[in-house]
């Protein structure tokens, strides 16, 4: 896979979430949801998430699903944080959350403080050109996340559809499919049943891309295929 020539930053990810709720008083509420389920809106309240993935998303008139974050443990989600309507939060996993009323969100402002960065994180990728460039700066952010070290790179320890990709990326299944296809190829990343692992060189090769570029587009297949 060869990225054009673009001046474009590299994204700079940040580490994944760590536990920003301070210690409180009297524990939380927690409750189990199962993976695929949608979590109830609240509006005085919002979630912890102490284990498992969500994404939270809207939809168009026309039902195009957009994805406007990914979410692990640490962060918080809920329709107070957002002024998008339709607001959905969905599991990707199982989940186990605890619920943040409003007389405590003063001492989850790092929480928020992180959820406000992860989200321009990913608006900086969602703007990425071309779309395959797009796409893999998204593998890498989710590897940093949510990924976890295996004999063969970095394992994305979630299970996404293409179609989800294509929701999170605004573009479309078909391209996620070739593009996918053509990382495979390029040795960028290898299949786990229905997991990605990217390779340690490709995911080096990501951050020094722009570099990269500048010279060659052509170095950037070289690096991730030695």
Known sequence: MRFPATTEMVISISAPTKALVEPLVEPLTQQLFICRQCIPPTTDSLWR????????????????????????????????LSRVKPYQIECLTSVEMSILPSE?????????????????????????????????????WLGQKFGRDVDTGRLIDLQLTHQELAEALGTTRVSVTRMLQEFESEGMLLRHQRQFILRPASINASFQLQDLLQVNPGKVAQAVAS
């Open 49 to 80: 998430i102490d284990r498992g993935a969500v994404r939270t998303v809207t939809w168009l008139d026309d039902g195009t699903v957009i994805a406007l974050g990914y979410w692990g443990p640490g962060d918080i989600v809920g329709h107070s």
């Open 104 to 140: 405590l969100w003063s001492q989850a402002l790092d929480a928020m403080l992180s959820h406000v960065q992860q989200t321009e994180e990913l608006l900086s990728i969602l703007h990425q050109k071309p779309v395959s460039r797009r796409l893999w700066h998204f593998l890498v």
